[in-house]
């Protein structure tokens, strides 16, 4: 008898580096997140990633070529970084003010 190979629970997927410049995606607290617009694909599969981004942001693949794509997806990442810590300073004044 044949045996399933079945994964025991663990979620084998990880987040490659290359899709953040295919399909502007980043990997944001472990989920797949649309640089484009902060969106979080629930199945971490190139193949969903692509399809979101290519019926959603498909003017975008054609508005940059690809080294201007590149250049765009850094300058998205670098700007979703700052957001994400100036929410986190924000979060933690207002913490502190409600304390005192």
Not at 25 to 53: D, M, W
Not at 74 to 86: D, E, G, I, N, Y
Request: charged share 20%; net charge positive; proline share 3%.
């Amino acid at each position: 008898m044949a045996t399933k190979n079945t994964n025991s629970g663990m979620n084998t997927r990880v987040f490659k580096p290359n899709w953040e410049v295919e399909c502007v995606f980043s990997e944001v607290n472990g989920k797949p997140t649309c640089l484009l617009c902060q969106k979080t694909i629930a199945v971490l599969k190139k193949a969903h990633l692509q399809r979101y981004y290519e019926t959603c942001h498909l003017n975008f693949s054609e508005s940059y070529p690809i080294g201007e794509k590149t250049k765009c997806v850094h300058l998205l990442q670098a700007s979703w970084t700052a957001k994400c810590v100036s929410a986190h300073v924000k979060d933690s004044y207002n913490v502190t003010n409600a304390s005192n």
